[in-house]
Nanobody, 124 residues
Framework: QVQLVESGGGSVQAGGSLRLSCAAS????????MAWFRQAPGQEREGVAA????????YYLNSVEGRFTISHDNAKNTLYLQMNDLKPGDTAIYYC??????????????????WGQGTQVTVS
């Protein structure tokens, strides 16, 4: 079992920045994929960014590429999402997700089986 706890959400004006963190605990030994998803009111949960903790490969939703950066600190077992040039359309609850092994569809919700509780990001 893996437990995920997000932090770092908040309210920011358009053009601002936030950094989200996701601390992983439990059975975290081994190679796994981690990702950030978001869900706006009335919308489906969508994958924003993913990372292969084994080789560091990253994957992004087209609308955030160039503005968001996903990273993982293996020593701290912590996932990050640096979000720059935030837009009102980025407003959502952001969730951290993880799964052991490799995945084919890196930004698909069904690919992940461990989830955090979410953190709110509001851009005005």
């Amino acid at each position: 079992q893996v437990q995920l706890v997000e932090s770092g959400g908040g309210s920011v004006q358009a053009g601002g920045s936030l950094r989200l963190s996701c601390a992983a605990s439990g059975d975290t030994v081994g190679r796994y994929f981690m990702a950030w998803f978001r869900q706006a009111p009335g919308q489906e949960r969508e994958g924003v960014a993913a990372i292969d903790t084994g080789d560091g490969s990253t994957y992004y939703l087209n609308s955030v590429e160039g503005r968001f950066t996903i990273s993982h600190d293996n020593a701290k077992n912590t996932l990050y999402l640096q979000m720059n040039d935030l837009k009102p359309g980025d407003t959502a609850i952001y969730y951290c997700a993880a799964v052991y092994g490799r995945v084919l569809y890196t930004l698909a919700r069904a690919s992940y089986n461990y989830w955090g509780q979410g953190t709110q990001v509001t851009v005005s």
